[in-house]
């Protein structure tokens, strides 16, 4: 590296060795991380009469639970403000002035709502495998906890709890 001395370049190489193992840890965590919410999804699956497999698939295996809890409109609603507000948000740094700030809130205003909505399928979540609003906050706060939680655990399905109010509701 030509201007540097030989331990500027040491140092740099160290700190690039460093980051390297730091980025072979954290996608090594990310892939256990993601094989260990797998397990509880398939478990979830199983438990409720769905096939397995089906957690293996990202966003599918979201969806798929949105069709166990709650409803598959509320997985596309969720989906569709995600990208509304990521596609917003890469676009409000180009902008100025009024729209600049009415577009920020905009996006605020779709993030919380994705937020909003999330916390609203974990409890639904919750109460389809029959907890309640402690298991949501648990759901909530420590998602990977407690999905294993549901899923190894000895809660049983207790079917589409939204769906049964909505048929009440009608009648």
């Not at 540097?4 to 370049?9: G, H, K, P, R, V």
């Not at 709650?70 to 507000?85: D, E, G, Q, R, T």
Request: charged share 10%.
């Amino acid at each position: 590296m030509a201007g540097l001395t030989t331990s500027q370049a040491a140092g740099f190489a160290a700190f690039m060795g460093f980051l390297a193992g730091l980025l072979v840890v954290l996608v090594v965590v990310g892939i256990i991380y993601y094989v260990l919410l797998v397990i509880a999804w398939w478990k979830l699956f199983t438990k409720a009469g769905e096939k397995g497999w089906k957690a293996i698939i990202p966003f599918y295996n979201y969806y798929v639970q949105c069709k166990l809890t709650w409803a598959p409109k509320f997985f596309w609603i969720i989906i569709i403000l995600s990208v509304l507000a990521g596609v917003i948000g890469g676009m409000v740094q180009s902008m100025t002035g009024t729209v600049q700030v009415i577009m920020s809130f905009v996006t605020l205003a779709a993030y919380i709502a994705v937020i909003v909505l999330g916390i609203i399928s974990d409890y639904r979540l919750s109460k389809a495998y029959g907890h309640g609003g402690g298991f949501t906050v648990g759901l909530v706060f420590l998602n990977f906890i407690f999905m294993l939680i549901l899923g190894l655990g000895k809660s049983k399905y207790q079917g589409n709890v939204y769906l049964k109010d909505q048929k009440k509701k009608k009648k």
